[in-house]
């Protein structure tokens, strides 16, 4: 499949899905989001020639050396998604993921969704955007009415060309963003922060943030090296990482009225709760939520 800059989705993204599946086939339940959509979309195993194996054998895909990176990713998700289907049944109606990748939320959760009244927006690259409206075509989930998939210019008028597409800026909102700060400058984030903050009242942002490594766990600092290591030779270098002190004075600063860190101790006592598995989320990568 091709994971170039223009022909489809970034590599992290496929990364990020084929972890999720790991996580069906690698740890014990109950799961923490059962995902497997992700992976048919990816289709990886068209590359088992060259990889010696499929994707079980990537490196990235080391069952031990990826447990808390694994748990952290389905973590995130579930958090997400548990949070966008609770203001839903507060009334918000539109669902806005920034840089979506490989998000299965409205495949998995499509009658959740419709009963909601959900519309959900996905922004991406516009490489990233077609191969995916390709993918769901072929593998029969198709792009229904109340699912907008926008190709969109994160260093143009990307908001502009979401507006384009029916997202409504004056009616409530859910916007995540998971896995896109640390490859944006700090500038880029206050921009995105301010952006987002003038969405109409009842808003809310769920993003996720890399910790300096000096904060992470230190069982988990050579991995995070290694990740950055890996970015930079990928030619998307890991740009802001964020104590979350400052994280939330970020967003206090764009004009969000509240902020909330949610730590990774958090994310384990809600998800991981009497598992003997040792699987939890690691601190490296964690949550914020900001309501306008």
């Known amino acids: 499949m091709p994971t170039d800059a223009g022909a489809g989705p970034d590599h992290t993204a496929v990364r990020t899905a084929l972890w999720r599946a790991l996580h069906l086939r690698a740890d014990a339940p109950p ?22 194996g499929g994707w079980r054998a990537r490196p990235d895909m080391g069952v031990d050396a990826t447990r808390r990176t694994r748990a952290s990713i389905v973590a995130r998700a579930r958090f997400a998604e548990d949070l966008v289907l609770a203001e839903a049944g507060r009334g918000v109606d539109q669902y806005l993921l920034l840089g979506a990748g490989l998000d299965t939320f409205a495949q998995r959760r499509a009658a959740d969704a419709v009963a909601a009244g959900l519309r ?24 229904p009415d109340w699912l907008a998939l926008v190709p969109v210019d994160f260093e143009s008028n990307w908001w502009g060309q979401l507006t384009a597409a029916g ?30 903050a ?51 004075a970020l967003a206090r600063e764009a004009g969000f009225r509240t902020t909330r860190h949610v730590p990774a101790e958090e994310l384990r006592d809600r998800y991981f709760a009497g598992r003997t598995d040792g699987l939890r989320p690691s601190r490296g990568e964690e949550l914020l939520v900001a309501r306008t």
Do not use: C, H, N
Request: proline letters at 7%.
């Open 120 to 143: 959900v927006f996905e922004a991406d690259r516009a490489g990233a955007v077609a191969w995916k409206r390709r993918r769901l075509t072929e593998l029969g989930y198709g792009v």
């Open 167 to 196: 997202f409504d800026p004056g009616r409530p909102a859910v916007v995540a963003s998971a896995g896109v700060t640390m490859y944006l400058t700090e500038d880029a984030v206050a921009a995105s922060l301010r952006r987002i």
């Open 31 to 52: 799961y923490v989001i059962e995902d497997e959509v992700g992976l048919r979309l990816a289709a990886p195993d068209t590359d088992a020639p060259a990889t010696g």
């Open 198 to 248: 003038g969405l109409a009242p009842g808003s809310t942002l769920v993003t996720t943030f890399l910790r300096p490594v000096e904060d992470v766990e230190p069982d988990q600092r050579e991995q995070l090296r290694v990740a950055q290591r890996g970015a930079r030779a990928s030619g998307t270098p890991f740009l802001s990482f964020y104590t979350p002190e400052r994280m939330t």
